[in-house]
């Protein structure tokens, strides 16, 4: 899952949301100040990788993209958020503007107290929108294209995430079938091994 699946499979909690979108980037752990929402973000996302690092559906997803290639995974990643954004209302009851905004004033006002490496991080996803830019297919191919930027020659001789575009233009519909399927089970999992209500979910 990307960066608006992990905020959106939190907590309605400015923390939660924040632990769950900065496991990766933190390697899952907590700066010493962090609070219990968090680190409760933090291991809800260890809990939506496994699950769906290991679905069915997910690993058929990933062959139908390419048998070989590194970056198929990310590349899925973020179709998933594209998928999430075009299907918003039916997983969720706050409209996905006012849901994003929210979520991006109150960010800016909690990494105040955040270390500088999530604080750079979180400015950059903010401030260049990036969770309203998976809304469109020009959204994704832009994210491909940000992805490729950071390679190192080395890596982009292996593999690069443009090259994924013609792959996914030609299973879109294949793929949208499968996550609509796999995205409720997932919210499922989240579910039954959290303690929060998570009332923003439609389902």
């Known amino acids: ?3 608006l ?8 909690s400015i923390d939660n949301q924040l632990g769950n ?6 390697k899952g752990r907590a700066f010493s100040s962090a609070s219990k929402e968090f680190k409760d973000g933090l291991r809800l996302h260890l809990i939506i990788d496994n699950f769906t690092d290991t679905h069915p559906i997910v690993k058929d997803a990933k062959k139908s993209l390419t048998k070989q290639g590194y970056l198929k995974g990310v590349v899925l ?5 594209y998928y ?7 997983f969720c009851n706050v409209e996905r503007e006012k849901f994003l905004e929210n979520f991006r004033t109150q960010a800016l006002r909690a990494i105040t107290s955040y270390p500088k490496e999530a604080i750079d991080i979180i400015m950059q996803v903010v401030i ?5 830019s998976y809304a469109s ?3 994704v191919n832009r994210a491909l294209c940000r992805i490729d930027n950071r390679l190192s020659s080395r890596a982009k001789a292996k593999d690069c995430a443009i090259n994924y575009i013609p792959l996914i233009e030609e299973e879109l519909e294949y793929l949208e079938r499968g996550f609509l399927y796999f995205f409720p089970e ?4 989240v579910r039954e091994n959290s303690n929060y209500k998570f009332r923003h979910w439609a389902i």
């Open 1 to 3: 899952m990307n960066w």
């Open 77 to 81: 990643d973020i179709l998933y958020d």
């Open 5 to 12: 699946a992990h905020v959106f499979l939190s907590e309605k």
């Open 21 to 26: 979108l900065l496991a990766d980037p933190l």
């Open 128 to 132: 260049n929108r990036h969770l309203l």
């Open 84 to 90: 999430l954004s075009k299907y918003w209302s039916k």
């Open 137 to 139: 297919l020009d959204g």
């Open 186 to 189: 997932l919210m499922r999992e």
